[in-house]
């Protein structure tokens, strides 16, 4: 029996290098000398085949601490070494090569998987949104087939195992020294073939159809709010857990409300007299009608906050309050009399009712100097 060359010289790296280094190394050669990138070189494929034993010991801890005690014949093995590189070697070329060829082959295709996640957008109004609602909608999905029972096969028969692959999924073919494995053509990754298709799904196991659900909308949702449906998605494959129906809701805009978390604002029009001597005024609210005071004085902007009347909180952390916002309105269309004594009123004026336009011209006057 020839002598075999030290394993450390083979992978071109010292006797005290580190695993990592070891590796770097292997996957270096085993690139450069690989049977496809040399065709039909003898020399190469050897050397392949060389430097693969190498790292199949030195690069396995346990092996390498029995090469680096006994030497290439291993300890009590009788000159046979390390014979068992081939068995091995399969999972070594798995994790070594899987960056160049794309990651492993998997195994059998007959899993069961899950069935595919649906999604469902929900248009729901501002007074929906804050006081909850039960909304049925209709979702169009794949469902096991009641007629086979997710088997594909017509009644009073079964899917065969492939015999193509034998029902693993997939098929192997060699490639120089590789042993390549790809998706059966025949059974498409199933592992098994329906040789008499049911008449109702055509072999799929599941048909579509349309399934009407009852969506539970809670108080302070929003828009972008998703309520997720355990279970009712598309139907699994081979036994597999259904998938889930996740429901987005999106909230109509109101005509006077507006929403900044779970507060409200709403724009309050007064008239300038009410503005000016003050007045108690009603007001909308999300659940009703409020009465608020305004003080004589009132001014553009003026905010009044009633607790606890905005949207309640989704996670039931009380409510939001509203902001009643004054918006004083300027009338348009005055009639004579009107116009009359607001042109007395304006004689009568002095400046110290209107203290802001008092203090802007006082600030102005000197720009004018």
Sequence with gaps: MNQKRDYYAVLGVSPDASAEEIKKAYRKLAHLHHPDKNSGDAAAEERFKEIGEAYAVVGDTEKREAYNRFGSAGPGRGGEGFGDFDSGFGSIFDDIFEGFFGGRSGGAGRSAHRGADLRYTM????????????KAIVIPRLETCATCRGTGAKSGSQPIVCKTCRGTGQ?????GFLTVSQTCSRCRGEGRVVEHPCSTCRG?????????????????????????????????????????????IGVQEHAIFTRHGDDMVCEIPVSITQAALGAQIEIPTISGRATIKIPPGTQMGAEFRLRGKGFPNLRGYGHGDLLARIFVEVPTHLNAKQRDLLEQFARLESGEGSPLVQGFWEKAKSIFE
Excluded: C
């Design 123 to 134: 248009e729901i109004r501002f007074e929906e949104a804050a006081t909850g609602v039960e």
């Design 204 to 248: 799929l196991g599941q048909t579509k159809a349309e399934r009407t659900l009852t969506v539970k909308v809670p108080a302070g949702v929003e828009t972008g709010t998703r309520l997720k449906l355990t279970g009712e998605g598309e139907a699994g494959v081979r036994g597999g857990p259904p998938g889930d129906l996740y429901v987005v």
């Design 171 to 175: 098929v192997r073919f060699s490639q």
